[in-house]
């Protein structure tokens, strides 16, 4: 059974395991599972005041494990989570229709991967092997980072659109 409650601390309210949907004083809004600690824990959506959206596994009260990231100019990461930051394999999409495919770190990109911009190309000379942040640090293949990273974008979509 589905419960709605105004959350105004961070366990006010929530001793139950369960589904909860709580709209936080900053305009914040979940809906999804919680665990007995009252943090969320489970299948969720955080949608943020400034429109921004995440549809996602959570753990700890955390963005953590498969998860679809979606900001207000169109822009969305596809990947893994952890610690409520882009971490393992994924794909930022940006807006302009640029991509980077491959490894991320601490909320960047971070291990092999491969830039794609919005034309097709992969730049001159390509873009693509070890990155460290937005730096091209040294160039080789990274195809099998890709596969990866399109696997984690697709099971993280299937997931968002299965709930």
Known sequence: KKKKKRKTGKKQGMAAAGYHEVLYDDGDQYKGEWNGEGKREGYGVL?????????????????????????????????????????????????DGMKFEGQFRDG???????????DGSSGRPRQEGEWNGQSLGRRCNASDAVRKAQEASTAARAQANSH
Not at 60 to 89: A, H, I, T, W
Not at 110 to 115: P, Q, S, T
């Open 47 to 95: 949608t943020f005041a400034d429109g921004s959206r995440y549809s996602g596994r959570f753990l700890g009260g955390m963005c953590s494990g498969l998860g679809v990231l979606s900001f207000p100019d169109n822009s969305r990461y596809e990947g893994e989570f952890q610690d409520g930051k882009y971490n393992g394999f994924g794909v930022y999409l940006r807006a």
């Open 108 to 118: 960047q990109a971070h291990g092999l991967g491969l830039v794609t911009f919005a």
